[in-house]
């Protein structure tokens, strides 16, 4: 059995994978995250009315999914998630995930990639741990080292980002240090935490998306922003040139799927005159632009790895 985990099956990636599954014969469902209750515990008290001090709960007595009146169950044959999570929900997504691997169910990608993925600091400590060239970067509260914060990525303009955030959103350009001062007084005065990262002027407002799916790329595309915008994001006006992910790009992508645990990815990278440079890693990349723009059946390939049964959960197979 497939799960998808979605807001709603119109949405363009869920329906594709839904309708991909069912081609294969496999039994699918689509979950909406707003439907579910996570229960933890026994259901009957026997543990808490026990007499013993740590008497525990039979294994599938101790914790559940339910949705409406029923419990959601992987089968005799298991089952695999595919979780569709925005950023809207990515706290009960997370834990949606988590209880899901507690009931036996493999999970496309697992919580703690997810969790990875989604803070931008915290992808480019495990990138650069694991050798993999990022943009130079600078996190800090401290307002009175600004200047030591610029020279470090390299001077102006830079780039400043939301440690979370998806299709550019949190994402904004800094040709000064009045306007660099000025907006992270504003972002710093709303608890948020920012990333100053260097800007790669030879990628021209151009960034590539390779989609690996099971440790291989499935499709790469060029996205080129539109004029005046220096975020290539599609939703943002970008436009698209399908490539052919190769050598360096192909090696980096797969690399950063793999550091960070993912078995679905769309690494963002930057083609700088250093090197490729992995900007970022989307853990649920839309499918709409990386299959119109490619031609692929990225949904496809994401489906025959979901009804694939590796010997281990998580990993790339």
């Not at 014969?25 to 013993?52: E, I, M, Q, W, Y």
Request: with cysteine.
């Amino acid at each position: 059995m497939i799960v998808i985990i979605s807001k709603g099956k119109r949405i363009y990636s869920t329906r594709r994978l839904y309708d991909e599954a069912r081609a294969r014969g496999a039994k699918v469902r689509v979950l909406s995250p707003f439907a579910c209750k996570l229960l933890l515990g026994c259901g009957d008290g026997a543990a808490a009315a026990s007499s013993r001090p740590h008497a525990s709960c039979p294994a599938n007595g101790a914790h559940s999914i339910v949705r409406g009146t029923r419990a959601v169950r992987p089968g005799r044959r298991g089952g695999t998630v595919i979780p569709r999570i925005g950023a809207s929900v990515t706290d009960f997504g997370l834990a949606l995930l988590t209880q899901f691997e507690m009931l036996g169910f493999r999970v496309l990608n697992r919580a703690i990639a997810f969790h990875l993925a989604r803070n931008k600091l915290l992808a480019l400590q495990t990138l650069s741990a694991a050798g993999i060239r990022v943009p130079r970067t600078v996190m800090s509260r401290d307002r009175t080292d600004l200047d030591a914060m610029v020279d470090r990525v390299g001077g102006f303009p830079l780039v400043l980002k939301l440690t979370t955030g998806t299709q550019g959103v949190g994402v904004m350009i800094a040709e000064s240090m009045e306007a660099m001062r000025s907006a992270l007084d504003a972002l710093w005065g709303l608890g948020q935490n920012i990333l100053i990262q260097q800007y790669v002027r030879e990628a021209a407002g151009r960034d590539v998306r390779v989609v690996v799916v099971g440790g291989r790329p499935v499709a790469a595309f060029r996205r080129i922003a539109r004029s005046g915008e220096f975020r290539s994001n599609l939703h943002r006006g970008g436009k698209g040139e399908s490539i052919v992910p190769a050598g360096d790009l192909a090696d980096i992508a797969v690399a950063s799927a793999s550091a960070l645990g993912l078995l679905v990815a769309g690494v963002d990278i930057l083609e700088s005159g250093e090197g490729p440079m992995v900007m970022e890693v989307n853990a649920s990349p839309g499918l709409r632009g990386a299959e119109r723009v490619t031609g692929a059946n990225v949904a496809g390939a994401i489906v025959d790895l979901a009804l694939e049964r590796p010997r281990e959960q998580g990993g790339t197979p």
